[in-house]
């Protein structure tokens, strides 16, 4: 287990226990964070898992996949630390993630 | 009622899809959708052969792929399957006359196309057309005629719709049936008998819808900016610079991809709940679940019953051997009936787990732009339905659309009750 905290767009922070090697989208939708849809079920073929990634964990969450890279393109308001949750598998290394939600997802 | 008539039709189908040769199976029929009876030969190919190829004189050959996860892995590699090299319609396009549309392009031509579209879309945007559109919905609710039979698809769904796109284009309100029938035209292969009959007159016909939104445009391009879907690209520096033809492809896209969609959307959640009154008496009692009912009507419907690709390379899909050039159909509306994906897919269920895990909306790089908008029309609708505690009973024979891509209804007779419950 590794704890994410979400930051919902509402501002309300919701701390989570995801187990390793799990990805931070399924850890949002089996704990009913709000924010994240997970449309695809993690395939990297939808968007609807869009995070912004804390900054001071950028470098640890590593880069983006090239599918991810082009499904980020069309997603609204993308950013530098942009990444899609279902592409992030949790680890030891990833505990205390950080990870804020864009407006827009339910 | 007469909602379940079609039982005997259907068992038929059924009978005569378990018996026919496998290599008989030919689901592009226009008419198994006509009549609503595509679902069991669907059923067996995705039982005994997913990816299922057939030929005919009127599509020529072409692949079928009928289960959820191969129609993912298609969608996921644009690299192999184009949507430029044949369009995405089981249908040839006519080589006379088409317009570019960015959802019959692959990168890097997709890519600047579709974020100029992406923001009339956009969360910002959709916050700000809430209100508008709530105000529209309540103005035809409340002017439907009680106790009276008519045509919820003409009445409601068209009505609606074609008021939602005049709204993102700000387009003159008083004339936006001419936006309804734009779609219709551009989506209409020419034939004796069809809407419009030669190429010519089709030509003549986008012509003249050019020429409207050409004098918006310079209307538009003088005033400040607005966020309608055409002062945007007037004023956007990428697009600013568009050609004539591409400007009316990217507004005609935007039309026709939310034209057919929605509308019979709106037409299919009425049906549904017809069909289930339990699942209609749930929503009732627990308004709460709109959204999830929305999707699922989406799921239900699946409006758009395929997308198609043109192989660009040698590929193998669920152990067929693709060949470079093959058209691949993506049958959506087959994908949402897997049972290997989706817990009891023939029922409609208006509280299912997992709601949005559909493959309506397709996926990949061409998913739907639009979801977002046509989830909040649909939520809508069925609040304001469910605020003035309105029954809407199906009273006659439902029509359906001739077609194996647009998947929809032409007529279905309703009578409504306000403060029915
Ligand atoms: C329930 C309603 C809708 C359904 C089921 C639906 C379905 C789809 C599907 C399956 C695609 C994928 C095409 C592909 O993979 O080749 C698509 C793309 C598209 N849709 Fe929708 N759509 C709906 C509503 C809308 C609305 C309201 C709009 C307009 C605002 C819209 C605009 C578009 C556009 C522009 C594309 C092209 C995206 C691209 O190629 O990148 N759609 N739609
Ligand atoms: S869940 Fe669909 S892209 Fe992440």
New binding site residues.
């Given amino acids: 287990m590794s704890k994410v905290t979400y930051i919902q767009y509402d501002g309300v922070e919701r701390v989570v226990d995801v187990p390793n090697g799990v990805s931070v989208m399924r850890g949002a939708v089996d704990n009913g964070v709000s924010g994240i849809d997970g449309d695809c079920g993690g395939e990297c073929a939808c968007a609807t898992c869009h995070v912004y990634v804390d900054d001071a964990w950028l470098a640890k969450t590593g880069a983006r996949t090239e599918m991810e890279q082009s499904m980020l393109e069309?997603a609204d308001a993308t950013k530098e630390n942009s990444r899609l949750g279902c592409q992030i598998k949790m680890t030891e290394d990833l505990s205390g993630l950080v990870v804020r939600l864009p407006a827009g997802q339910h | 009622m007469n909602i379940h008539i079609d039982a005997a039709e259907l068992n038929a189908a059924r009978e005569q899809a378990n018996s026919m040769p496998l290599d008989k199976i030919d689901v592009s029929d226009p008419s198994l959708y006509a009549n609503d009876t595509l679902w069991p030969y669907f059923e067996r190919l995705r039982r005994e052969d997913p990816v299922h190829f057939a030929e005919n004189e009127r599509f020529g050959k072409f692949w079928s792929v009928t289960k959820f996860r191969d129609i993912m892995s298609v969608?996921t590699n644009h690299q192999v399957f184009s949507?430029e090299a044949g369009g995405?319609s089981i249908a040839e396009r006519p080589a006379e006359f088409t317009l570019p549309m960015?959802?019959a392009m692959d990168p890097p031509k997709?890519t600047p196309q579709?974020l100029t579209?992406s923001p009339?879309?956009a969360p910002a945007n959709l916050a700000r057309l809430e209100g508008l559109i709530r105000t529209r919905v309540a103005e035809i609710f409340d002017k439907l005629p009680v106790g009276e039979t008519f045509n919820w698809v003409d009445r409601v769904s068209i009505e609606l719709t074609t008021q939602m796109l005049a709204t993102?284009f700000d387009f003159p309100f008083e004339e936006r049936r001419k936006l309804t029938y734009w779609s219709d035209i551009a989506t209409t292969f020419p034939e004796p008998g069809a809407m419009v009959e030669t190429f010519e007159d089709k030509k003549a016909i986008l012509l003249d819808c050019l020429q409207n939104f050409t004098k918006l445009w310079n209307e538009r391009v003088n005033a400040p900016p607005a966020p309608d879907l055409i002062s945007m690209l007037a004023h956007s520096p990428a697009t600013r610079n568009m050609p004539p033809f591409e400007y009316l492809g990217n507004l005609m896209?935007?039309i026709v991809?939310?034209n057919d969609?929605?509308r019979n959307?709106l037409s299919g959640g009425v049906l549904f709940m017809n069909q289930n009154r339990g699942e209609w008496q749930k929503l009732r009692d627990n308004p709460a679940l709109t959204p999830s009912a929305v999707s699922e009507i989406?799921r239900y419907q699946?409006?758009?019953a395929h997308?198609r690709r043109t192989a660009l390379a040698d590929a193998t899909v669920d152990g067929k051997q693709i060949k470079k050039g093959d058209k691949v159909v993506m049958w959506?509306i087959s994908g949402n009936r897997d049972d290997e994906e989706i817990e009891r897919p023939n029922e409609f269920i208006v509280d299912r787990k997992n709601p949005r895990h559909h493959i309506?909306?397709?996926f990949?790089?061409?998913?739907?732009?639009?979801?977002r908008?046509?989830e909040l029309?649909l939520k809508i609708v069925w609040e304001e339905i469910l605020k003035r505690r309105m029954d809407i009973e199906v009273v006659g024979k439902v029509e359906r659309v001739l077609s194996n891509f647009v998947h929809g209804y032409t007529s279905l007779p309703v009578r409504v009750t306000p403060n029915a419950y």
């Fill in positions: 069309f | 969608d949507s995405i960015f959802i997709h579709r579209a009339i879309v993102l896209l935007l991809g939310g969609t929605t959307s989406i699946t409006p758009l997308m959506y309506a909306f397709g990949g790089i061409h998913r739907c732009v639009g979801n908008l046509a029309q």
